[in-house]
């Protein structure tokens, strides 16, 4: 259905640190933020105070005046008396009407706030984290109504997926906010579920009026009228935007969209009432559902080879009696196990391998890192942070399917990345000099941060990668740098199973074959984080210089 006719509603290294942007789309500018707020607050804190004295004096004036009123009329024949009233209405008052203590306080206030400005967070972060909520609200199946009272809990679901310490409920204002964002880009799926929420918000606490609040019911409902209409639900805009001209009977455009709605509604000859909006299918990501399955279900390592696609079937029926169940052991060559690699770094000190995977090979190597070297390299990389880059075409842009804020450092920045270097050297048994392998990209996810499956490795040779003339990426080490409460697992789709955040942890695999052809079964995914600040360090490791450290097989297949 057309709207005519009906009136709508309005390599990569920075050496330089950012400014100030962007703040939703990594942690630590959010905590930057808090420490933002927390200056404000003492502005306003000193505000209150001076608005305090204020009124004070404002209540000892008042009960001066009114301790005089409350003797007799005659009392004005003392001439001490009359002399004060005189004064009193011919300065006094004035003195106070016209004081300009409260605008010296609202001054001080707004100078205060004006000059934290360039630390504050600009339109594009509360548009960020409202599509971090909508991304939440999707990929982990939470309800609208839930997420506003502060319950994380998945449709269907007995328990939630996290339990916060402190359960904090969204306002009508809040909700108001995330349905306007997902309505300007004309997403009414969310909209609808946002703006219908709002609106039993405000309706139960009509009347009253938050300072803070910029919205009202008035609002939420004509945009909430309009997303209906625009999904074809013609019946439900004319529901809504009569009770719109209930409180605001004033409206001329939305008595016009009544006459329209009206109009449309007598022109069919059975009034359609279309089912609930379907949530609008993702051109880009064709492995949305598969993707979403894994990041519900985390830290789903399957024991077992497998191969590239759904899961492992189950026996027929009649493979075992009832009730009995088969004891389950791994293969033989999935198993945990100390490695040397012969290498004389690690004979004092072995790698922990757990197998996770044989096709794709991933392996996790708990204890990578350690608690102080974790934190070293988060130090390190702090002040660097930008906003992480896709490779599109022979460029690199930001992009919505990938949340997060990323800086890069040298093996010279610091002797903790330099030992980092040498351990990820011993254990893959790979030369990780530059140009041989990039420099340690360390990463920080924002609200809801993620990484929608992609591959590590260049799928066309016009790929930025290739401008350190060292071939393609062979290998990816991915260290984790801190534990998160819920979310954040790393997804490999097409095999079907997925890592939870593991601190400390350093997870490996093969993004090529020994033929050199891109491993398809690596596509992989950084499902959102729901609750926590993930950090992780990435390794990207090139063909060149690895042709004698992993030669190539016997078989093209291989």
């Known amino acids: 259905m057309g709207a005519l006719g009906v009136l709508g509603l309005g390599v ?4 330089l640190p950012p400014a100030p942007a962007e703040t939703f789309s990594a942690m630590l500018s959010i905590r930057q933020a808090l420490g933002a707020e927390g200056r404000l607050l003492r502005l306003l804190r000193a505000y209150l105070q001076q608005e305090s004295d204020r009124l004070s004096d404002l209540a000892r004036f008042y009960n001066k005046v009114q301790a005089l009123h409350q003797e007799p009329a005659a009392s004005v024949d003392n001439p001490l008396l009359a002399f004060g009233l005189i004064k009193r209405l011919r ?3 004035l003195n106070v009407v016209y004081s300009e203590a409260a605008g010296e306080n609202t001054q001080e206030l707004q100078t205060g706030f004006e000059a934290l400005r360039q630390e504050l967070p600009g ?5 960020g984290a409202a599509r971090a909520l909508m991304r939440l609200q999707d990929v982990y199946a939470l309800s609208v109504k839930g997420l506003a009272k502060g319950v994380f809990e998945p449709a269907g679901a007995h328990s939630p997926l996290y339990h916060p310490g402190q359960p904090i409920a969204l306002s009508a204002d809040d909700c108001f906010h995330v349905g306007k964002v997902a309505y300007d880009t004309g997403d009414y799926y969310h909209s609808i579920a946002w703006l219908e929420e709002a609106v039993d918000l405000f309706r139960l606490s009509y009347g009253s009026w938050n300072t803070e609040d910029r919205a009202s019911l008035e609002d939420a409902l004509d945009h909430l ?3 209906y209409f625009m999904v074809g639900n013609v019946s439900h805009a004319l529901s809504l935007s009569r009770e719109l001209l209930r409180y605001d009977p004033g409206n001329l455009r939305v008595a016009r969209n009544v006459a329209q709605y009206e109009k449309l509604l007598e022109e069919r000859e059975v009034p359609a009432e279309p089912g609930p909006p379907r949530r609008p299918d993702s051109t880009r990501l064709q492995t949305r559902d598969a993707y979403e399955e894994l990041c519900r279900r985390p830290g789903t390592q399957v024991r077992g080879g497998g191969s590239r696609g759904g899961p492992r079937r189950r026996p027929p029926p009649h493979a075992l009696p009832a009730a009995v169940s088969p004891p389950q052991h791994p293969p033989p060559s999935l198993r945990c196990a100390y490695e040397t690699h012969g290498s004389p770094y690690l004979l004092l000190q072995p790698a922990k391998r757990e ?3 044989l096709q794709p090979y991933v392996a996790l190597y708990h204890d990578f890192v350690s608690d102080a070297e974790a934190e070293t390299v988060k130090a390190l990389a702090g002040p660097w942070l930008q906003r992480s880059v896709v490779a599109s075409g022979e460029e690199q842009q930001k992009a919505e399917y990938r949340i997060s804020k990323s800086a890069w450092l040298k093996d010279t920045a610091d002797p903790a990345v330099a030992a980092l270097e040498r351990r990820i050297a011993a254990v893959t048994g790979l030369d990780v000099r530059v140009p041989y392998a990039e420099y340690l990209q360390v ?6 941060g993620h990484y929608e499956p992609h591959f590590d490795h260049a799928t066309s040779r016009k790929s930025p990668l290739y401008r350190m003339k060292s071939g393609n990426r062979i290998a990816t080490v991915m260290i984790y740098l801190s534990s998160v409460e819920a979310g954040g697992s790393t997804a490999f789709i097409y095999a079907n199973f997925s890592v939870p955040v593991v601190k400390n942890a350093a997870l490996f695999w093969w993004n090529l074959r020994r033929s050199g052809e891109g491993d398809g ?6 499902c959102p984080v729901l609750a926590g600040d993930k950090w992780v360090a990435n390794k990207w490791i090139h063909e060149h210089g690895q042709e004698f450290r992993r030669p190539c097989g016997l078989r093209p297949e291989d």
Request: glycine share 6%.
């Open 443 to 448: 990463v920080n996810y924002g609200l809801g």
């Open 225 to 227: 009228a309009f997303s």
């Open 521 to 526: 079964d690596t596509l992989h995914a950084a």
């Open 355 to 357: 197998t996770v995977r």
């Open 91 to 93: 300065s006094d008052w």
């Open 123 to 127: 339109p594009e972060d509360l548009d």
């Open 12 to 15: 990569l290294l920075a050496w």
